[in-house]
Every structure is written in structure tokens, then in C-alpha cells.
């Protein structure tokens, strides 16, 4: 196994804004390995909430590297646990390297993954896009350069509702709010009832993630379904969200990964609850990962490519938020580097 890797600073289209800051540019790592003269792919974008840069990523790769290059590459979920045991703290390089590994895997069968896991992509749930916090007139006029049958609106401000119901003058498509912990209980209570009034269908992350004792009594009385994000990170948080949430946002960047994203999914259904997968501005080259998981989701948050101006790979495209699949084997991309 040869390791290489780039990294990038994908600048948005527009300055993107969350309860938590705003940011112009978006750093990634794509890594990419080398087996039996297949080359595989894989992305982590650095999020500077979770405290793990690029620079965090690069180094401990190529701390490691020897670790990562002499491993007798079989099958990727043994992979994982060898990467998994090999950097404890550093989820998103596990990520990249288990989706690199997933991308050879399909390449040497010759099959997108979606193909080698049976599943219908007709059953693939249609992408949102997602509208940052800005002034109520500049978040109007971008739902109205991206017309979209979705919309998550990141919210967590002190004007919520009135964005929210500026934006549903100019149009009927679904709504989707993200507050990224951004409310109070009391603010919950009060915001989600206006909130189902204008049509929006969930709220994600309402409260601080680890305000549990809130998130109970909100389960319990909120008129909308309720997903994990920041509350939800690994595998073990799909078990403490139940009777929390009625869903979970997984990321695969944050969860370290598609072996065990597959896995958390897989949880969340024995607990009964819905699934989404969401992104954190990836290229097309992350984004089609989660595109190879979407035929097992209720909600699909893959809208990396369509907020960034620059894009390193071509991969899946959307028709109007509709997934349309390619050919080409493994996670269905082909890189321009
Ligand atoms: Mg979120």
C-alpha cells in the first residue's frame, strides 16, 4: 500500500455562516493509496470545531506512514481497525484512509460500492441545500439563485423565525432548520411550534450536545422529529441519543469513516430511529462516499460540491437534488490532480 496525499483550501461560493462562525474557505486532505496499481481516493475537510486541522492530519499521516504503507491490505473493515488502533485521536485521517481503502476495494471488483452492498439507489433520499445565516435579504436572494425542492437553514440567532418566514414567502419546498446547538431549552419550546407553522419537517441539534437532561424533555414535548449532530460524533453516541432524538445526522469525517458509518446505521435502526447523513463541505470526492450510503438513509445532507466554487474530483451529480449515479467503479470518482 503507497500513500500520497494533497491538500487543498476549496474557497465557497459564498462566505458560509452557522451558529458557530463564519468561514470563506474550506480546508481538506485528500489522501490517496496505492494498491496493486489501483489507486483509491479518500477526503477529511478540517472542521475547526472538532480541533483537528489539516497540518494535524498531514503530520500524524506522515508519522505513521510506514505503519499505513506495510499493512497486507485484504478487505477494508479489517483495515479500519488497524487505522482505528493506529490513530486513537485522529478520526478524520481514518476517514480519509478507510474511504481511499472502500475506493480500491470496489475498483478491484469492478463495482461502485452501492452494487457490492445490493442496494436500490432509486431509494436514494434527495439532497438538501443548505442556506447559512446572513442577512434576511442576501439569504432570500441565495434560496433564489439555487432553486431546490429541500432547504436546511442554519439558524440559531436571535431572529430565527423572521428568516425562516422571509424565506417562505418566496417558495414551497421543504424546510429543514439547524440550530448546531445554538438554543437554549427555553427557546426550543418556544421556537419549534413557529417553526412547524412554517413548514419546516425537522430541527437538528437544537441544544448544547451535552444538555441531555434538556434534550429528554424536548423529545418529549417537540411537535418536530429531532436528529443528532454534534451530539452524535461515534458509535457509541447512536445508543445515548435514543429516547433523546428521533434521528441521528451521521458525518462520516467525524464518525471516522464509512466502516463504521455502516455500522451506525445499522444501530440506529435496531433502536428504531431515522438516519441522515450529512456533510461537512466536501469535495466531490467525500460526497461520493456518502452517495454510495444514501439508498440506506431517510435524509441526505451532500451538498459540499454545490457551496464550493472549486471542486478537485468529478463524481455524483444532482438533478435537482436527485442523486445521479456514474459508472465508474469503487465510490464513483474520477480526481483532477
Ligand atoms: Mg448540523
Redesign the pocket.
Known sequence: MKVNYKTYNLPFTHPFTISKGTKTHQPTLIVELEFMGIKGYGEAPAISYYNIPVEKMVEDLERKRIFIEKYAFNEPERYWHYLHHLFPANPFLVCALDMAAWDIYGKLKRKQLHQLWNLDTAKSPVTDFTIGIDTIENMVAKMKEKSWPIYKIKVGVDNDIEMVAALRKHTDAIFRV?A?AGWSLEQALQKIPLLKELGVEMV??PLAKDNWDGMKILFERSVLPLYA??ACVFEDDVEKCHQHFHGI?IKLTKCSGITPARRMITKARELNMEVMV?CMNESSVGTAAIAQLAPLLDKVDMDGPLLLSEDIAEGVQFDNGKLIYNEWPGLGIKLNW
Do not use: F, H, R, V
Request: proline letters at 0%; a negative charge; charged letters at 50%.
Open positions: 439547524d448546531n437538528e441539534q449532530d454534534e445526522n450529512g
